[in-house]
């Protein structure tokens, strides 16, 4: 998938099937201590196309400084990609058995959308594997009641045969991807370059991407964050881009606002919409690093 110099690809087996990930242990940072500090894990949000990739201008960054692990997770870029159903447990489930098996210590979180609130129930079940996160829009996209199925979209998505239709004419091509970020995920489509449409497209071309894709577009998924993130214990910290599509700035504020012990912070980022790691690297690898002050 378009990885950053010096970055080597290893994989771990879960339950649910085999995990790659990245590190940046080869080479240029070979040189480097950060393997002897702390932890790092990047996770990826979802959408057609989503992978590691989309960290990948940011976790770099880092390596000089800390231990760095950014996976695909199941379903998405070149792990496994089981013929299921998915569900928001597999990939609590799964998220944290990757964290058992890579990380001997306690690490820092950083994840992105959907797969943030995820890692949010992931941290209640197992608190003690996580030493902190920070979370770019973390939400269950059925938020305070809200249930996202309801859109007409997810219902077409969720027929039989015209599921795999909208997917390979809508999705996984580069018209449809473009059509995605500059629609849904980028505050402005100038900064959307040709890498990103082809390494969104690799990653939606694997064999049974659709799986995980088309489970994330239904609304299976989904689920409302309000119900949970009240239980977290592990410290967090959050940012939000302005313009993001799926939810604005204002819900996370409340949800937020419902666990004032656990969220040590919230900031804001203009004229960004729903990935400001992708769209504004640069903004958020000093945003991330204010923050990992406040969580370690």
Not at 159 to 185: C, H, K, M, W
Not at 239 to 249: A, L, N, T
Not at 250 to 276: C, H, I, M, S, Y
Request: include cysteine.
């Amino acid at each position: 998938m378009f990885e950053p110099i010096g970055v080597e690809r290893d994989a771990v087996a879960t339950t649910l099937g085999t995990m790659v990930y990245y590190s940046p242990r080869s080479g240029l940072w070979a040189e480097t201590d950060g393997a002897e500090g702390e932890t790092l894990v990047f996770l990826h949000g979802f959408g057609g196309g989503s992978s590691a990739y989309e960290w990948s201008k940011v976790y770099p960054a880092f390596a000089f400084q800390y231990r760095v692990l950014a996976p695909d997770l199941l379903g998405w870029g070149r792990s496994d990609h089981p013929e299921r159903a998915y569900t928001p447990q597999d990939y609590i489930q799964t998220i944290n058995e990757f964290i058992a098996q890579t990380c001997p210590r306690p690490p820092v979180v950083i994840a992105s959308s959907l797969v943030a609130a995820l890692t949010i129930r992931a941290a209640i079940e197992a608190p003690e594997r996580y030493r902190g996160l920070i979370l770019s829009a973390p939400t269950g996209l059925s938020d305070f009641g809200e249930d996202y199925r309801g859109n007409l979209f997810a219902q077409l998505v969720g027929l039989p045969i015209l599921d795999r239709l909208v997917y390979y004419a809508g999705i996984a091509n580069s018209t449809g991807i473009l059509n995605f970020l500059e629609r849904r995920q980028f505050a402005k489509a100038n900064r959307i370059f040709p890498e990103i449409v082809e390494a969104y497209l690799e990653s939606a071309s694997q064999p049974n991407a659709e799986y995980a894709a088309l489970s994330f577009v239904r609304g299976d998924l989904c689920f409302d964050l309000a119900q949970f993130i009240s239980q977290l214990t592990v410290p967090a910290a959050i940012f939000w881009g302005e313009k993001s599509q799926f939810s604005p700035p204002a819900l996370g504020r409340r949800l937020a606002q419902l666990n004032p012990d656990a969220v040590k912070a919230f900031v804001e980022l203009p004229d960004t919409g729903l990935t400001p790691h992708l769209e504004t690297p640069a903004v958020a690898i000093a945003l991330i690093g204010k923050f990992l002050s406040l969580v370690l």
